[in-house]
Structures are given as structure tokens and as C-alpha cells.
């Protein structure tokens, strides 16, 4: 079973940015996929980044050039550093794991952009 803990999520104003994190309880490069999803009110959530075990990343055309997933794994974590915001980037950010046959998920973190 893995554990995931995110953190970083706050209130930022148009055009900033913020770093999520995500700290998993196994070795990340055994993670087959972790990936960073996101859901609004009244909306399904969405996947918005991935990172492979081999490294590849995958974003939604919403966020290329402006949201960059990376990992570190000394520390098991993987970051969705999210810069130029916009309102329409407000959402619970959950991050995800698939690990062997079995899908993860942290308890999310809430990110609001607005004035």
C-alpha cells in the first residue's frame, strides 16, 4: 500500500504561483505512474500532470508552459510547481499513484486563485 501526503496549496492572486508536493511512503521510482489531478466544484476531476518511472511527463493543454512536474527521490516526493495562475486553475489538487495493479490517492489540497 502507499501512502501519499501533498502539501503546498494555499490562496494566490492571478498570475502567481505555488508549488504542490507530494511525499509517497515508497520508493518512487517503483511508482509505475504518479500523476497530480485536480476537481472543481461541479466538475469531474481531471488529470492534469504525470510523471513515469522512467521520467516521461504528460500535461493537459491547459497548463503546458505554465505547470512543471518533477521529482526528487531522495525524499520520495514529487512537485507540481505551478506558475502564472489563473482562476480557472482553482481546484482541490489530488496527487495519484499507480503502483503495481493498484491506484493511490492523497487526501488533496486546496488551491484558490483570485483577487
Given at each position: 500500500q502507499v501512502q501519499l501526503v501533498e502539501s503546498g496549496g494555499g490562496l494566490v492572486q492571478p498570475g502567481g504561483s505555488l508549488r504542490l508536493s507530494c511525499a509517497a511512503s515508497e520508493t518512487i521510482f517503483s511508482i509505475n505512474t504518479m500523476g497530480w489531478y485536480r476537481q472543481a466544484p461541479g466538475k469531474q476531476r481531471e488529470l492534469v500532470a504525470r510523471i513515469?518511472?522512467?521520467g516521461t511527463t504528460n500535461y493537459i493543454d491547459s497548463v503546458k508552459g505554465r505547470f512543471?512536474?518533477?521529482r526528487d527521490g531522495a525524499k520520495?516526493?514529487?512537485?507540481?510547481?505551478?506558475?502564472s495562475l489563473k482562476p480557472e486553475d482553482t481546484a482541490t489538487y489530488y496527487c495519484n499513484?499507480?503502483?503495481?495493479?493498484?491506484?493511490?490517492?492523497g487526501q488533496g489540497t486546496q488551491v484558490t486563485v483570485s483577487s
Open positions: 513515469t518511472s522512467n512543471t512536474v518533477s520520495n516526493t514529487v512537485y507540481l510547481q505551478m506558475n499513484a499507480v503502483f503495481k495493479v493498484f491506484e493511490y490517492w
